[in-house]
């Protein structure tokens, strides 16, 4: 639908979603520095605290296990609280335990430490997307989701080498601390500057302008009549599309996690880099993947006004970013730094190229079960979380990486193959009345 962002004659419509964009963008780049700032402290956070292969690997684990069992619940939650209160306790929460993980001595406060980070951070994306689908409209849905999500990519490719210097001039403690103080104070800067759409300075002729192009500005007023349960949930579930979007998710994810946990460790550890070396190499992958995700959002949002369907739209910048991600496994064939870097930072740009992936949750899910069915969506990709950390522990537990590549390159082509043959056309599910 092509609407312009005038609605009337006597009001010009008002550009406050573009703000509230750049907040969650803000909020994004914290949430992603807090879950990977320990891949950088790991190789000499193992060092001081005796851990093994296999242990880091259970530690980088942690994180997944409450994160994503959390998720439904966390949708639910999402359902029923507003972003501006419930954002800010979550990012509190996350903050200060990632403040107390640079005083543990041992395996076990560590792992118990990181169990709450991904407890306070499960409900953080199902709000995010709650967030975008009331504030922006369809035909600016791809590019305003791929800029909040670039967020995880931008922030550790500009900060890393900034904490790697944190890092070797306060330790790996100091430089954890730093990155938890931040989110405390960015908390209480969300609820302060944060409001929903109709609570917000927005006129009415750009509330106009979202609800036209099926933005769902009247969301709250619409839960009120049609609360959310598990039975629709079931019904959701059925729809092969929401299957083939969760099993790529899971592919896609597993991709980011391998970059989230056991990256620096294989720059540092297989390939011979020095700490600060790493520090600018390890971010030169991020900022392709920051490349990536913009691009995603201006293509499939092009396309969109150009006529094409939602699912071509969405679908080509997707299946074209996972092909792309398959390159990792060149690594494996390579043993000059710099090419194993560019096999890195073009997978990574697909990954990237494939992340807008939650507009699919904006354009499938029954306006009432966003946040469960966010939640569900979320859960099913950072199943990830949990099983890739551990996976290539294993296979690199005699200092080889190349089986853990061969293992990441496999499932980005899956994901691929899922949204080709496993997703049809796209449009909101309808959930019958009870």
């Not at 994180?63 to 501006?84: C, E, H, N, T």
């Not at 990256?263 to 070396?277: A, N, S």
Request: glycine content about 10%; overall charge positive.
């Amino acid at each position: 639908m092509n609407v312009t962002p005038q609605t009337t004659q006597t009001e010009k419509a008002t550009k406050k979603r573009f703000i509230v964009g750049f907040l969650l963008f803000i909020g994004v780049i914290i949430n992603y520095m807090d879950r990977s700032n320990i891949s950088l402290a790991a190789p000499l956070l193992a060092k001081d605290l005796n851990l093994d292969s296999v242990q880091m690997g259970l530690i980088f684990s942690a994180f997944g296990w409450s994160y994503a069992i959390l998720q439904i619940p966390g949708g639910l939650i999402v359902d029923r609280i507003k972003p501006r209160i419930l954002y800010a306790i979550l990012l509190g929460g996350w903050s200060i335990a990632t403040c107390f993980q640079a005083l543990v001595n041992g395996f076990s406060a560590l792992f118990g430490l990181r169990v709450v980070l991904g407890t306070f951070e499960a409900p953080s994306y199902p709000t995010n997307n709650r967030v975008v689908t009331s504030w922006f409209p369809e035909q600016e849905r791809a590019t305003s989701t791929a800029f909040y999500t670039s967020g995880q990519y931008v922030g550790i490719a500009f900060f890393t080498p900034m904490l790697v210097y944190i890092q070797n001039s306060f330790g790996w403690r100091g430089m954890l601390f730093f990155t938890g103080a931040l989110g405390v104070i960015y908390s209480i800067a969300w609820y302060i500057f944060y409001r929903d759409p109709k609570d917000s300075k927005a006129n009415e002729a750009e509330l106009n302008y979202i609800r036209q192009g099926g933005g769902l500005v009247d969301m709250d007023e619409k839960a009120n009549v049609r609360k959310a349960s598990w039975s629709q949930l079931k019904y959701v579930l059925k729809n092969r599309n929401i299957w083939g979007v969760f099993i790529a998710q899971f592919c896609l994810s597993s991709i980011l996690w391998f970059f989230l946990t056991w990256f620096p460790t294989y720059l540092v550890q297989y390939r011979g880099m020095t700490f600060i070396k790493m520090g600018f190499m390890a971010s030169l992958p991020f900022l392709a993947a920051y490349v990536g995700i913009l691009t995603s959002g201006f293509i499939s949002d092009y396309l969109i006004k150009r006529g094409h369907s939602i699912g071509f739209a969405r679908k080509t910048p997707i299946v074209t970013g996972l092909i792309l991600a398959t390159s990792i496994v060149g690594a494996n064939y390579v043993q000059d730094q710099t090419y194993v870097i560019m096999f890195m930072a073009l997978a990574f740009f697909g990954n990237g190229l494939a992340s807008i992936t939650w507009v699919f949750v904006s354009a499938l899910a029954p306006s009432h079960l966003l946040g469960l069915t966010g939640g569900m969506f979320n859960f099913m990709g950072n199943l990830s979380a949990i099983a890739v950390p551990i996976i290539i522990g294993i296979l690199a537990k005699g200092g080889n990486f190349e089986p853990a590549l061969v293992f990441i390159s496999s499932l980005a082509l899956i994901g691929a193959l899922s949204y080709i043959f496993i997703v049809g056309k796209v449009e909101r599910i309808v959930v019958p009345e009870e």
